[in-house]
């Protein structure tokens, strides 16, 4: 085994175990905190992430661009002085806006508690995106050890206090989200101390980069756009559910969509490690790791769709409130399925190959897409389950776009598995939802070994493919 190779397993075993761990606490947030709290308790602070979510976009692609054009340099060639002042601009431009975004809170928001959570989320953004620059300066030089390790402490943190405050007694969402606060801030402290010739440096060397600001805005806007629109995709039905429902519904739906989601942490601990390998590698060598690593991925991905009635089963005897609600999961499960497709192999490429205005046009037709669905569902005929079900299809539609241009871009042939996976996610959905008992993991079961048998010739080029990178 070569030494590149090496040092991929280690990368991938330091990402791997933070998000090991990420996914544990996910899990325990999960499993605990909706069965100690209120219902209505649940749906603010899950109101509270939700707006989160998106405050990555309010340093206008400024960390994007960053991440794009740095991407697989070494760190010692970096210009400290020059990442200084981009450090303390954009510190500055995010005090500002968080600033605002506080005195919005008072002016426009009637809820109490919704303005406490406006309040929490600008202070959450400046944590955050001063936080991001740092992230993807350790990602794009391949310092993923100090990325992994900082990503676990800003999660063991938060679940300490979480745990604490319940041990206590306490169930108030408010001091939930002060813990993840908390637990950002930490974070934030100790990824400055993994660039500090970057971030403690005189005053003196500061210097206004107005035209640097201007070339990393302008490159990773295009990415920030495509990423806000992907978030929206399903965004908008989430936004739509809350609207046309109560805060109750939203926070059971937000429980599903929380367990769909619990598998992405490995899949983006992948992609991570990808995007600066693949930067450094021949461009004729991209179609065949691609392959490779897209039958790898799908097999693992279809083959965990098994697991959905065991889990949902232990799900509703732990959390009986919500037992009726965990039948959406058979609707929102195999959304990991597209979106960790989307994250690890088309995203990742498509920043390699530096067309981010293709992720852009492709997301921003799903994100209309999912408006136009989402009013139709939720307005017009104000069904919670076609709402739900809106997702998934949105997903799908958004990937087998996005990869069909890829395919041609990397001169490979996707249609027919693309078309095995419409047809597997189609037979876990109707079985899990017509059938729900433990036939739906028996008949899946049944079709997925038809599925393994199809793709077997394929599944023996890609261990051997496999092998082949370990050792060239």
């Not at 990742?348 to 530096?354: D, S, V």
Request: charge should be positive; aromatic fraction near 14%; charged fraction near 15%.
């Amino acid at each position: 085994m070569n030494i590149k190779a090496m040092s991929f397993i280690k990368n991938m075993s330091y990402t791997i175990s933070s998000n090991l761990i990420s996914l544990i606490i996910s899990t325990l947030v999960v499993l605990i905190v909706p069965k100690l709290i209120g219902i209505e308790e649940y749906g603010y602070w899950q109101l509270y992430i939700f707006y989160t979510s998106y405050v990555g976009f309010l340093h206008f692609g400024w960390n994007d661009g960053i991440y794009l054009r740095f991407g697989g340099e070494e760190y010692k060639n970096l210009d400290k002085r020059l990442f200084y002042s981009q450090f303390i601009e954009l510190l500055g431009s995010q005090l500002i806006i968080a600033i605002l975004i506080w005195l919005g809170s008072f002016v426009l928001v009637g809820d109490i508690n919704r303005g406490f959570i406006l309040q929490m989320v600008a202070i959450a953004m400046v944590l955050v995106n001063t936080r991001l620059m740092f992230f993807y300066i350790l990602q794009a030089t391949n310092r993923i050890k100090e990325f992994a390790r900082l990503t676990m402490l800003d999660r063991i943190v938060y679940i300490l206090l979480i745990v604490t405050f319940l041990l206590f007694g306490v169930r108030d969402f408010k001091l939930m989200i002060i813990a993840d606060l908390v637990g950002k801030f930490i974070s934030l402290f100790f990824a400055a101390l993994s660039c500090k010739d970057i971030v403690f440096r005189s005053i003196n060397t500061f210097y206004f980069t107005l035209s640097e600001s201007i070339i990393n805005i302008s490159v990773g806007i295009k990415l920030m756009f495509a990423n806000i629109a992907s978030m929206l995709i399903i965004g908008i039905v989430r936004f739509g559910i809350e609207r046309a429902w109560d805060v109750a519904t939203f926070g059971k739906v937000s429980l599903t969509l929380s367990i769909s989601n619990m598998m992405m942490i490995f899949i983006n601990a992948v992609g991570i490690i990808m995007f600066p390998i693949l930067r450094r590698t021949n461009q004729d060598r991209l179609a065949n790791i691609y392959s490779t690593m897209r039958d790898f991925l799908m097999v693992i991905l279809l083959g965990f769709l098994i697991i959905y009635y065991p889990l949902k089963t232990v799900m509703a005897a732990w959390l009986p409130q919500y037992a009726e609600s965990l039948l959406y999961m058979s609707l929102v499960f195999p959304m990991f399925v597209y979106e960790g497709k989307m994250a690890l192999l088309i995203n990742t490429y498509l920043k390699t190959l530096r067309r981010e205005k293709v992720m852009l046009k492709i997301n921003l037709v799903s994100m209309i897409l999912s408006l136009f669905m989402t009013y139709i569902t939720t307005q017009v005929f104000v069904n919670l389950d076609m709402a739900i079900l809106n997702i998934v299809i949105l997903l799908a539609i958004r990937s087998a776009f996005a990869e069909s241009y890829l395919a041609k871009e990397l001169n490979i042939k996707v249609k027919k598995d693309i078309v095995l996976e419409v047809l597997l996610t189609i037979v876990f959905i109707l079985t899990g939802w017509f059938v729900n008992s433990w036939m739906t993991m028996i008949i899946y079961g049944i079709v997925y070994f038809i599925y393994l048998m199809i793709k077997r010739k394929d599944i023996t080029e890609t261990i051997q493919n496999i092998k082949l990178l370990m050792k060239a």
